[in-house]
């Protein structure tokens, strides 16, 4: 047990997707999951662990941000040896070619300070995923016909943010899409010398102002938790 998860040693897998929402955990492990047992409820943050076409598989919810992304990632990986980390959340579309529906698999992301930035100082380190994910997602995508879009994306440290200047810079620089979490986990991972891959359904337009009805949501993102299950386990 770790003061954030209450899981007992062999109860969390070596692969772990990672929503922001608990409740998505929760409806993930139920919808894709064999056998999803509960074994994280510590402060509400749910966490299932069951198996994926033999493969065991841990659904942990991170929270919101990166802060709290940081935690439950930590504790993964230096307490139940967690070796592939995939975020499977919702963010904001930022491209004009990028649809509400649509998924991003995030090459890079881009972010302005996370809990990490006092380690760099000076130095602007540049997150990335994991190759063989990032490979085996795209392929898992084209396969089951996924309208998705790979490259960088931006994890704001803010949600509700006052500077359109920025997203402006985002737009003009190709960003598709802005979320609250990656960039630490992709930091965390080449620390600890982990995987990790960020898979998103974008649910909102920054430009446009659509929105992802909630009616609507649970198919889309179903092509994204089958997509970051394939890509952990492309010989499933």
Not at 79 to 97: D, E, N, V, W
Not at 192 to 208: F, G, I, N
Request: net charge negative; proline share 4%; glycine share 10%.
């Amino acid at each position: 047990m770790t003061t954030h998860i209450g899981a007992q040693k062999g109860e969390i897998a070596e692969t772990v997707l990672m929503p922001g929402d608990p409740y998505r955990a929760k409806w993930a492990a139920e919808t894709f999951l064999k056998d999803a047992k509960l074994v994280n409820e510590v402060r509400g943050m749910l966490g299932f662990t069951g198996t994926w076409n033999g493969h065991r598989v841990t659904i942990q919810g991170s929270g919101m941000g990166m802060p709290s992304l940081s935690i439950y990632a930590n504790e993964l990986i230096s307490t139940y040896g967690a070796k592939t980390l995939i975020r499977i959340g919702s963010c904001g579309g930022m491209q004009p070619h990028v649809g509400i529906r649509d998924v991003i698999i995030a090459m890079t992301a881009t972010t302005i300070t996370s809990p990490s930035s006092g380690i760099f100082r000076e130095m602007n380190f540049a997150p990335c995923a994991d190759w063989s994910l990032l490979q085996a997602a795209v392929t898992a995508a084209q396969e089951m016909g996924t309208n998705t879009h790979v490259g960088g994306i931006y994890s704001s440290d803010v949600f509700y943010a006052e500077r359109p200047d920025l997203d402006e810079q985002m737009v003009r620089h190709g960003v598709l899409g802005v979320e609250m979490e990656a960039a630490e986990l992709y930091i965390l991972a080449a620390r600890h010398k982990c995987r990790a891959l960020a898979v998103l359904t974008v649910s909102d337009h920054l430009q446009t102002g659509e929105a992802l009805p909630a009616s609507e949501r649970e198919q889309s993102f179903g092509d994204m938790v089958e997509i970051a299950l394939k890509a952990a386990f492309p010989d499933a």
